[in-house]
């Protein structure tokens, strides 16, 4: 094969954490000015690879050609100046700077050496977004744009800093159906320019639409270097994840009883002040299901938070749950009224990473309907509480005393669902169970959390997976700007449809 | 294999997950005292196993070492619990001398003033100077609530008001209306029937010591086998868990004050009952402090706090029969504690943990370049 085409190869790159082999001889070759889809399950090692890359990582071995020339990246830096540029998953952008700041950061033109000269800096940006055709508000604060704006920003910044090679790391999941196709564009225009783009993600639909040549990786590994014509998606799904999947909830009809929580009016600000849910309206009944949809940080985390009581309702606002006022009550009293919560964040919040796998197993479980004695812990009762979430839920553990930080982020996820699941919650207020979990345990917990609607129980489930949403829910709710949409029952909506709501195009009110 | 994982299971059951690690940090920790002690006591000339052996003959030699060993090991246990508690639970109370000073003083106090029944007196007194414990303690914790004041400075401040306040007492109030005449800044002796009991008969060995393992006793219980010690650990150890999973934070929060608080003023009650028989100014030579470093060295578990005591109160004896008997100080032997206390504080896991991981490393680097030069190629699978 001849290397001169390729702008970079990485060759046989293994990079470890402790007894982790997160990349175990990856071999990438990318050609200039392609899209090069790098496809694989959560922590199928596709982004270590490109921190080794950027050099955020060193690798243990391996070795990185760029431009035909082997090249050993001091620091991150470094790695940028020789023309990696990288989009991360997360936004790395000052919130209170403008976007002019966030782009020259690091980089800023200078007079005398030590002077910035924001003019010159300015103009040079704006050359770049014109060639690029990128519109963005270069005087507007970070704070006040929306999400698909700041991922502008971020590659807009990679490519003021003098990318060659843009890496975006999943940079779909924060979007909507309409912001991913605008996102698309911009990529096929920046690779008909001349760059090259290193596309990460695990969704097959989007590989199809925008690739030249994929990668597929599976635990550490290269599993496969294919064009996306002589593939199909069942064969890339094999590739990914070694079997057949189809992620289909299996759904039967149910009954839907009284109605279980009602929230009237529910309006919550964020601790600056800032009103982060309006109004919100909703019922849920026994045995349903209703799906959050909406783009992160639209109000799912105020609503939730609202109904768990983490944090205060305005005024004039009621939820009512089980046929009582809970608008004021304490999380433990809601506990013990039989309200379940997991949250988004597993060790911040859903666990203790010091304490052990029991201690974690029986959080919320001893306040509501708990152990006989209401001051000794029966160590009898906890052991067999303790057992039935980590074998009901398959959590491997090696006994049940084990430090829960020892343990995988699946397994913490799986005994953090298992917990709230079996405690016999008569609500269970779910946030993105789904998340970091491989494909056998995603149909596992979606399983699971069907089998709790049908047996008289009901779910609020806010997730950032509009598939999961639409696949579980009974009805959809979508939050825009802290106002609640009405999406529909279960398949009223297509996706198109649910994501011009997540993107605030929908005038009607709350159902 | 599985027996053995089972046997694994126990130990981490009524021990804690990390033990193995904990004995190799003391082993380690140990080792590092011995060889710095011998290095620093012989550059002042003397022999090292002389002084050691004076220091054990000290503190262990006959009853009366014996008891005065255990005295002084009376107030580490309760200082010492005091600070567990409040750690066990993410509080730092760095007030405890404070607490232990406003205790002493109320004991004091009541003890000289109040006329009562001999076995009522003592009980009340070491009441008393508990709940003066607690009304110096939940200061703080009212303004870490109410105020977001961190109590890491609230708590340290009020000692010095402690102590100062105390002093003034016993300096313009209580002296010049007891009618003494006295060069030390104490107040009278307590009545005998406001005294403890002496332990062992020659020493200043008290029932105080009695209390004291039954207070670390007690603390052990709450922790491991009541569902109140379980929420009071998930706040020490993660605060939005505890609150998510329904744990009232802020009345947890308000125990974990009071309790702390309230041994932290008992250990000054019994020193007074049962050590001093009156408030002395300045009694105390940081005991309250030494109760964190004890709490630190034991890693917050009552049981070991209870032998990591003895050995303490055992050197403060040990260090007087060194300091007769060559030209050391005694000090040197307080020196050697604290850095006892800082070898152990090292992460000895994490310094581990980062050599073994780099040596797996070059051997796996190694390994593979092995298999490269062989002309085999490597197990990725490329283009």
Redesign the interface.
């Known amino acids: 094969m001849n290397g001169d085409e390729y702008i970079l190869e990485m060759r046989n790159i293994t990079k470890t954490f402790g007894d982790l082999v997160a990349n175990d001889g990856v071999t990438l070759r990318v050609k200039k000015g392609s899209v090069h889809a790098l496809v694989g399950e959560n922590g199928a090692g596709k982004s270590t690879l490109m921190n080794v890359l950027a050099c955020l990582y060193k690798q243990d071995y391996g070795d990185i050609v760029l431009n035909g020339r082997h090249v050993h990246f001091r620091n991150s830096r470094d790695a940028a100046r020789s023309g990696i540029g990288m989009v991360h998953q997360e936004f790395m952008l000052f919130k209170d700077l403008t976007v002019l700041e966030n782009i020259m950061y690091g980089f800023e033109e200078k007079t005398a050496w030590i002077f910035i000269n924001k003019r010159k800096t300015k103009r040079k940006i704006k050359e770049i977004c014109e060639k690029y055709h990128f519109n963005i508000p270069l005087e507007a604060k970070v704070n006040d744009l929306p999400v698909s704006m700041l991922q502008q920003v971020e590659i807009v910044k990679v490519l003021y800093k003098g990318a060659d090679i843009i890496v975006l790391d999943e940079p779909t999941s924060v979007l909507t159906p309409q912001g991913v196709e605008g996102l698309f564009d911009a990529i096929r225009f920046l690779a008909r320019s001349g760059k090259t783009i290193i596309f990460i993600t695990h969704k097959l639909k989007e590989v199809f639409a925008v690739a030249d040549t994929i990668t597929v990786l599976r635990d550490g590994r290269v599993t496969g270097n294919v064009r996306p014509e002589d593939v199909n998606e069942n064969e890339l799904a094999r590739l990914m994840v070694g079997r057949e999947v189809m992620l289909q909830a299996d759904r039967s009809a149910r009954e839907l009883g009284g109605v279980f929580l009602r929230a009237e009016d529910v309006s919550v600000r964020d601790k600056d002040g800032v009103l982060r849910l309006k109004h919100a309206n909703f019922d849920i009944r026994e045995g349903e299901i209703v799906g959050i949809a909406g783009v992160a940080g639209s109000g799912q985390q105020q609503l939730v938070e609202a109904i768990f009581g983490l944090s205060g309702v305005e005024e004039g606002g009621k939820i009512t749950f089980l046929g009582q006022d809970i608008t004021r009550a304490e999380p433990r009293e809601r506990r013990r009224m039989g309200m379940g919560y997991v949250p988004q964040d597993r060790l911040g919040v859903g666990a203790n990473a010091l304490g052990t796998v029991w201690e974690n197993s029986i959080m919320g479980y001893h306040i509501s309907h708990g152990f006989k004695s209401k001051v000794f812990l029966r160590h009898k009762e906890i052991d067999e509480f303790t057992g039935r979430v980590v074998s009901q839920f398959n959590v491997k553990t090696p006994n049940i005393y084990e430090k829960l930080g020892n343990l995988s982020g699946g397994n913490i996820q799986k005994l953090i669902v298992g917990r709230e699941s079996i405690q016999d919650n008569r609500l269970l207020i779910v946030e993105d169970p789904t998340r970091g979990i491989d494909v056998g345990a995603v149909e596992f917990v979606w399983a699971k959390m069907l089998e709790i609607a049908s047996s008289g129980r009901a779910i609020l489930l806010v997730s950032h997976e509009l598939n999961e949403v639409m696949q579980l829910s009974d009805r959809i709710l979508v939050v825009y700007n802290g106002e609640i949409f009405d999406g529909g029952r279960y398949q009223e909506k297509n996706d198109r449809e649910i994501g011009l709501l997540m993107l605030g195009g929908g005038e009607s009110d709350a159902g | 294999m599985p027996d053995n994982?089972?046997l694994?299971?126990t130990i981490?059951?009524f021990f804690s997950?990390?033990v193995g690690i904990g004995i190799a940090r003391y082993i380690l920790s140990f080792a590092g005292v011995l060889i710095l002690g011998s290095i620093l006591i012989m550059a002042q000339g003397e022999d090292p196993i002389r002084a050691a052996r004076l220091i054990v003959y000290g503190a262990l030699g006959n009853l009366v070492a014996i008891g005065n060993s255990l005295r002084w090991a009376m107030p580490c246990m309760l200082t010492g619990a005091a600070s567990i508690i409040a750690m066990k639970s993410g509080v730092i109370n760095l007030g405890i001398e404070g607490q232990m000073y406003v205790g002493a003083f109320t004991a004091a106090v009541l003890g000289w003033a109040v006329r009562l029944p001999p076995g009522v007196h003592v009980v009340v007194c070491i009441a008393g100077a508990g709940i003066a414990g607690v009304a110096w303690a939940i200061v703080p914790a009212l303004m870490r609530l109410f105020l977001s004041v961190n109590e890491y400075v609230t708590t340290m401040m009020m000692n010095f008001i402690a102590t100062l306040f105390c002093d003034y007492f016993v300096v313009w109030m209580i002296i010049p209306s007891s009618g003494i005449t006295t060069t030390t800044a104490a107040t009278p002796p307590i009545a005998s029937g406001a005294r403890l009991s002496t332990l062992i008969k020659g020493t200043s060995c008290s029932t105080g010591l009695i209390i004291g393992i039954a207070v670390c006793l007690l603390v052990c219980i709450l922790y491991?086998?009541?569902?109140?010690?379980?929420?009071l650990?998930?706040v020490g150890?993660?605060l939005?868990?505890?609150?998510?999973?329904?744990?009232?934070v802020k009345k947890t929060f308000i125990i974990i004050f009071v309790l702390s608080g309230f041994l932290g003023g008992l250990s000054g009650g019994v020193e007074v009952t049962g050590g001093y028989y009156r408030y002395v100014s300045g009694f105390s030579y940081t005991m309250g402090w030494e109760g964190i470093m004890i709490a630190n060295i034991c890693n917050n578990n009552p049981i070991g706090l209870i032998f990591a005591s003895i050995v303490w109160g055992g050197l403060k004896t040990g260090a007087m029969s060194m300091e007769r008997g060559t030209t050391l100080n005694r000090l040197t032997v307080n020196l050697l504690q604290m850095f006892f206390v800082i070898l152990v504080s090292i992460n000895y896991e994490g310094i581990f943990?980062y050599f073994a991981?780099r040596m797996?490393?070059r051997r796996?680097?190694r390994r593979?370049?092995e298999g490269e030069n062989r002309g085999g190629k490597?197990?990725?699978?490329?283009?």
């Open positions: 994982r089972a694994d299971g981490r059951k997950p990390d491991k086998y009541t569902i109140k010690g379980y929420e650990k998930q150890e993660n939005k868990f505890a609150k998510t999973g329904g744990v009232n943990r991981d797996k490393k796996q680097a593979f370049l490597s197990a990725c699978s490329g283009m």
